[in-house]
C-alpha cells in the first residue's frame, strides 16, 4: 500500500509543467519586429580579395569603418574578418575574427591572424602578391583595399 501512495503525484505538478512547456514555446515564438537588428559594426563590407592556387581570401571590415569620414584612418587597428576559401578542397568558407592595421604611411594594411597564432600578413592597400598560411596560401594576388568589384582579377 506504501507503494501506491508513492506513485500518486499532486494534481498541480503536472499543470506547473504544462504552464512552463506553454512559456517557453510562447518565448521561442517572438514576432521578428522584437527581436533587435545588429548595430553598424556588424554589417561587414568586403574590402579586400586574394586569388592562390585553388583558394580565395577575403577581408571584411564593418561599415561603421569603411564609411567613417576619411575610411580607416592611419595607424588604426579595427576587429574585422578574413575568410580562407578552401571549396576546391571540399572545406568550405568560415570567417575568422582578425585584426586589420593600417600603416601610418597608410601605404598597406596588416591582417593580424591571432586565433590561429600565424604571423601578421602585410598587404600592399594598391594590391600585390602576399603570403597567408603557408599551407594553404602562399602567393596569393590581392586587390586592392577597397576594392568592392566581385569580378577583380576576372577581366
Not at 20 to 34: D, E, G, I, M, Q
Not at 108 to 128: A, D, E, S
Request: hydrophobic share 40%; aromatic share 8%; charged share 20%.
Amino acid at each position: 500500500m506504501s507503494n501506491a501512495r508513492n506513485r500518486v503525484r499532486p494534481v498541480g505538478h503536472g499543470l506547473a509543467a504544462l504552464g512552463l512547456v506553454a512559456a517557453a514555446v510562447t518565448l521561442s515564438a517572438a514576432p521578428a519586429p522584437a527581436m533587435t537588428p545588429p548595430d553598424d559594426r556588424a554589417w561587414l563590407i568586403r574590402m579586400m580579395a586574394c586569388d592562390g592556387q585553388g583558394v580565395t581570401m577575403e577581408v571584411y571590415l564593418p561599415q561603421s569603418v569603411v564609411f567613417a569620414k576619411g575610411g580607416m584612418k592611419a595607424g588604426q587597428t579595427v576587429a574585422g574578418y578574413y575568410t580562407l576559401d578552401l571549396t576546391d578542397a571540399n572545406k568550405g568558407k568560415g570567417l575568422e575574427p582578425v585584426r586589420i592595421t593600417m600603416s601610418t604611411d597608410k601605404t598597406f594594411i596588416t591582417v593580424n591572424q591571432f586565433t590561429r597564432g600565424l604571423p601578421p600578413t602585410r598587404i600592399p592597400v594598391g594590391g600585390g602578391t602576399v603570403d597567408f598560411d603557408q599551407r594553404f596560401a602562399k602567393g596569393a594576388k590581392c586587390g586592392p583595399f577597397q576594392a568592392q568589384d566581385p569580378d577583380y582579377g576576372n577581366k
